[in-house]
């Protein structure tokens, strides 16, 4: 947006008041117990987030550079160069991500996490079970490996989707992370 950029500049105060303007209105409203006037990054949890000059609404870290959006009237920061649509509401002293998928999924989500743990691995290990390999066979370490490798292999398949379901800060914060490193490889 350039400075003459006139089309949403309405009655707003004068440009260099935006700042203050973000202080006695934004912050306050969302942190009325807590008055500093800084808050942390939810991304990288280690930067601050200020109000960038000449631009309404918009927030960078002074560390990791991510830019955000306030969404004053719900209290709501959004992130705007990810490719999540990733959402978080003040709590008075720190961010609460916000899930999109509705709690009536949870049950759902759940129950084909535990699926995905036991069923099938679970069938690998009742066929071995009832179709042991031939002993001294050299198959009973392959089927030994693979029964592990599968359980191994759809835990974390499991794990995936309820830490996406659950949107954790701290793996919401890695994936970012893994984001930039990725596009900083291709850029
Ligand atoms: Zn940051």
């Given at each position: 947006m350039?400075a003459?950029?006139s089309s ?7 440009r260099f ?7 006695a209105?934004?912050w306050?409203?969302l942190?009325?117990?807590?008055d500093r ?8 949890n ?13 927030w960078a ?5 991510h830019l ?12 705007e160069?990810?490719t ?7 709590m008075?002293?720190?961010?609460q991500?916000v ?7 949870t ?9 995905l743990?036991?069923?099938p ?10 179709f042991?390999?031939?002993p001294?066979?050299r198959?009973v370490g392959?089927?030994q ?7 191994i ?6 794990a995936?989707?309820?830490?996406e ?9 890695l994936k970012?992370?893994?984001?930039d ?7």
């Amino acid at each position: 947006m350039s400075a003459f950029d006139s089309s949403r500049s309405g009655d707003r105060p004068p440009r260099f008041s935006k700042p203050n303007k973000a202080r006695a209105i934004g912050w306050s409203v969302l942190a009325p117990l807590d008055d500093r006037d800084q808050h942390p990054c939810p991304i990288c949890n280690h930067g601050q987030l200020q109000a960038m000059a000449m631009m309404d609404e918009a927030w960078a870290c002074d560390f990791c550079r991510h830019l955000f959006t306030l969404d004053l009237s719900a209290q709501i920061l959004r992130v705007e160069d990810s490719t999540q649509p990733l959402q978080w509401r003040w709590m008075g002293r720190s961010w609460q991500p916000v899930r999109h998928s509705s709690d009536d999924l949870t049950p759902a989500i759940w129950i084909v996490a535990a699926g995905l743990a036991i069923g099938p691995v679970g069938i690998i290990g009742l066929s071995q079970y009832l179709f042991p390999p031939l002993p001294g066979a050299r198959s009973v370490g392959f089927s030994q490996g693979w029964f592990i490798s599968a359980a191994i292999g759809h835990l974390i398949l499991a794990a995936w989707l309820l830490l996406e379901h659950y949107q954790l800060p701290l793996y919401v914060s890695l994936k970012l992370r893994w984001q930039d490193w990725r596009s900083r490889l291709n850029g």
